[in-house]
């Protein structure tokens, strides 16, 4: 028991000591006197979890041969260094899991990592072999210390780029190192791992064009990001006001999206969620700066959104007839804000097993309103008020669009509602102006065209030739060309189109006019 040194010369020895899951129980090595372990000649591989937890274990000594290191074999052990022989081809799950390691090098020929072979490990650097062919789910993760991860350029599977380790054809980051203050993910990127920027310590992420997957939480545990930003041109996620939201697949075509990551060092006291919000993302909101929080009336359901400051939080607003799921043993647990939710809707939170431990309910009533961006916009004038208050909503159309109707069957833009409870309006709109090229002399811009539904007039203007239609390169005011009743053709035009006016039925008159 008081032994430094523990040598060990039967590999297939038996331990007296189990745990309930037949594996060698912590307490089977005396741990914490231990600081150098010897494996005899004959062990060819390292039996799971016999250093786990060995906090003092300083010195390993490994026999010839040794080709497997087995699941959680040093797991939360404190170590100096260790020398990996290179016999070993597997590294097995958890190995290293919460291990204090300052440098891990992986040697020639090891071939396969485990999942978790280092999650939560303090290691600043960790070197992998030219022999790796298979890194198990989230190897790396978590790993706080980690300054940078290298591996030879002639691997087949991995490349590492300025720390970070990637897929070879660079589409997949796998993990980037957590004392980076600044993150550069590369445009070739279509996914990104999960937990691959845990624990980082930078303030701003930057999501490129192509990036289309984020497995789970891909930023967990990171305190310091104060926002994110994206390309312009991504269709798969979102930034909205620094927040970062997934358009959650086929959600997104009835306009809903995800909440991915609110950035926890973005100290707003007050967070109003996009009301097309479904879902959230596991501990993409944790509350600890927010006075306020306003939830989206779709949120189907809400996971581990939890405090640790339980007196800063005053007041929760939940607009949903429909009480949400709530998933995660955290979600209110050291909460007791006052909870709004919609008129007459009390008794449903207070027999749902999931809400009843909350006895603080305000009942209010909610006014949304919606539409396509693109089109126009929308206001209220209070969204949250008193049951039966009167409520006023607005529509805009954008230039070249005009108002129709509200989904209701409301033809009027600016409205006066009666709030009941949760009430969500949507403004519908209709192009009424479209516009193009049609030229054939260089780019093609020597011809432009305008339609206005409204006065059904196809303008042409510019000069010289205009190019020619068939059936498979229609004209591109052919979709529209029932609602042409007249045309206005510049007097410069030297050449007419060939099918250009094909299947305007309902055209009347051509005119042809001045154009300077």
């Not at 600081?35 to 786990?52: E, H, L």
């Not at 479904?278 to 996971?303: D, Q, T, V």
């Not at 647990?333 to 603080?360: F, G, H, M």
Request: proline letters at 5%.
């Amino acid at each position: 028991e008081n032994t430094d040194t523990i040598w060990m010369f039967n590999p297939h020895c038996r331990y007296e000591k189990q745990n309930s899951y037949g594996n060698p129980d912590i307490g089977v090595l005396p741990k914490r006197k231990v600081s150098t372990i010897v494996f005899g000649d004959g062990f060819d591989s390292i039996p799971a979890f016999i250093c786990q937890g060995a906090r003092n274990l300083k010195n390993i000594v490994f026999p010839e041969g040794v080709k497997y290191m087995g699941r959680m074999c040093f797991a939360g052990a404190n170590l100096d260094t260790i020398a990996i022989p290179n016999s070993v081809e597997v590294v097995d799950t958890s190995a290293f899991q919460s291990a204090t390691i300052k440098h891990l090098v992986f040697p020639e020929g090891v071939k396969k990592i485990g999942i978790w072979c280092c999650l939560s490990a303090a290691i600043e650097k960790i070197d992998l072999p030219s022999t790796l062919s298979e890194i198990g789910h989230i190897a790396f993760g978590e790993c706080r210390e980690l300054k940078e991860i290298t591996i030879p350029a002639n691997n087949k599977r991995y490349i590492s780029i300025n720390g970070a380790l990637y897929t070879k054809n660079i589409d997949t980051l796998i993990v980037y190192p957590a004392q980076h203050l600044t993150v550069t993910i590369p445009n070739t990127v279509k996914y990104i791992g999960t937990y691959a920027l845990s624990y980082t310590r930078a303030t701003k992420i930057h999501i490129p064009s192509n990036v289309e997957g984020m497995a789970g939480n891909p930023f967990r545990g990171s305190t310091t990001i104060k926002e994110f930003t994206i390309d312009f041109n991504n269709s798969n996620y979102i930034v909205l006001n620094g927040v970062l939201y997934e358009k959650y697949s086929s959600w997104y075509k009835t306009g809903k999206i995800r909440l991915k990551a609110y950035p926890l060092a973005k100290e707003d006291s007050i967070y109003i969620m996009p009301q097309n919000v479904a879902s959230m993302e596991e501990r993409a909101l944790i509350l600890n700066h927010f006075k306020y929080i306003e939830l989206s009336p779709k949120l189907e359901g809400i996971y581990e959104l939890y405090s640790e400051d339980k007196d800063l939080i005053q007041t929760i607003v939940v607009p949903c007839v429909t009480p949400p799921r709530l998933y995660g043993t955290k979600v209110w647990t050291t909460l007791e804000p006052r909870i709004k939710v919609p008129c007459n809707t009390t008794d449903a939170y207070l027999t749902n097993s999931e809400w009843q431990t909350i006895n603080s309910y305000e009942e209010k009533a909610f006014v949304y309103v919606e539409c396509d961006t693109t089109c126009g916009r929308v206001s209220v004038n209070n969204r949250i008020v008193t049951c039966g208050d009167s409520v006023t909503i607005s529509a805009e159309p954008k230039d070249d669009y005009l108002f129709v109707k509200w989904d209701d069957g409301s033809t009027s833009p600016t409205r006066v509602v009666e709030a009941k409870g949760v009430d969500i309006y949507t403004a519908l709109f209709r192009k009424v102006k479209y516009s193009g090229f049609c030229g054939a002399e260089d780019d093609g811009t020597n011809l432009q065209w305008s339609l206005n539904i409204e006065d059904s007039i196809l303008i042409i203007t510019g000069h010289g030739r205009m190019r020619d239609f068939d059936v498979n390169n229609r004209a591109p005011w052919y979709q529209l060309r029932l609602a042409i009743n007249a045309i206005s053709l510049s007097e410069q035009l030297t050449h007419l189109g060939g099918e250009a006016f094909r299947g305007c039925s309902n055209l009347k008159s051509i005119i042809f006019f001045s154009y300077k």
